[in-house]
């Protein structure tokens, strides 16, 4: 806004991994209340316009129709401009401005400014991705190191033992020491081994698992059947990895498959958690789960829980969470 004659912005990216476009930063206006907002491409064509064309769009007629009218309402748009955030043919956002509500013209040079600042935001974003995906590369690679280690280490100890135990001749006292020996070992290198991080505890996502499925229920795309007892609630420390997981797997069925419907599961009994989801998209036999999975695997391990994932049953692709509750969480 200071470089520009805009009273007013918005900053909105979207997120493809949760599958959706949200609000990142605001000036001149309430970013609670933006953030509260779920804009899609579909019910905002004033952002589609701008990406595809690539191009700073201004729309003051029939604003309704440009953008969700209870949004122009609430937030009192009369002329909207709407600048793409893209570089190298791949869109991150738009950024939404205006004089503070009422009706204006652009400039050709204040349309060249606006765009600018537009493919300016791209490049940070895109440095921004590109950090993420190092810091991505780094934890795998120390997680391929641990795998590693367990390799030469405890399994190699535990296929000694088994050799020894699978012997047709009966042990004699030191060979039965020597296997007790070889088990204490492995179960301490294991117990070292797991004592490290294997992964970032998920960030705090600022929504809920509910909240979630709702905003994806009601998003265009392949229809989501949820089966959510009443009773049933997810501990708040299990939130984000729970968020995690959805998300995963519905990028995993989006990517690696073509459902036609898509079926969420969230339960819990006295000592687990449990979300699964299902899709009947069912890859080829000789598909693999994407390495988004696996990281969530990791994750759920830091918490003493599990992630599953593959055919269940002819047609269908499972991914399912399983974590213990502690005493707090029962």
Partial sequence: CRLTTMRRAAI???????????????????????????????????????????????????????????????????????????AAGRAYGVICADRGGGRFELTDGERHLLWTLGKTAALVAT????????????????????????????????????????????????????????????????????????????????????????????????????QWPEAVTVPPDLEPLAQSVLAEALRNAGKHARPSRVKVIVCRDADTFTLEVRNDGLRSPAGEAGMGLRLAGFEALQQGGVVEFGPAGEQEWRVRLVVPLENEDR
Avoid: W
Wanted: aromatic fraction near 2%.
């Fill in 12 to 86: 909105f990216i979207a997120d493809a991994g949760r599958r959706r476009v949200r609000a990142v930063g605001a000036h001149g206006t309430s970013f609670s209340q933006l953030a509260s907002l779920r804009p899609t491409l579909v019910n905002t064509p004033i952002a589609q316009r701008a990406l595809l064309e690539d191009e700073v769009v201004v729309v003051s007629d029939r604003i309704e129709d440009a953008v969700p009218s209870q949004y122009a309402k609430v937030l009192g748009i009369t002329t909207l401009v709407c600048t793409p955030m893209s």
């Fill in 127 to 226: 440095a921004r991705n590109a950090t993420r995906q190092q810091e991505r590369a780094r934890r795998l690679g120390e997680r391929l190191g641990l795998a590693r280690e367990i390799h030469e280490q405890v399994l190699q100890r535990l296929f000694g033992v088994s050799l020894a135990l699978g012997a047709e001749q009966p042990l004699d006292p030191a060979e039965r020491e020597r296997c007790r020996v070889e088990m204490q070992e492995a179960i301490g290198d294991l117990r070292r081994a797991l004592e490290r991080p294997l992964a970032p505890l998920p960030p705090e996502t600022g929504t809920t698992l509910a909240d979630e499925l709702e905003r994806l229920g009601s998003a265009p795309g392949v229809p989501i059947d949820v």
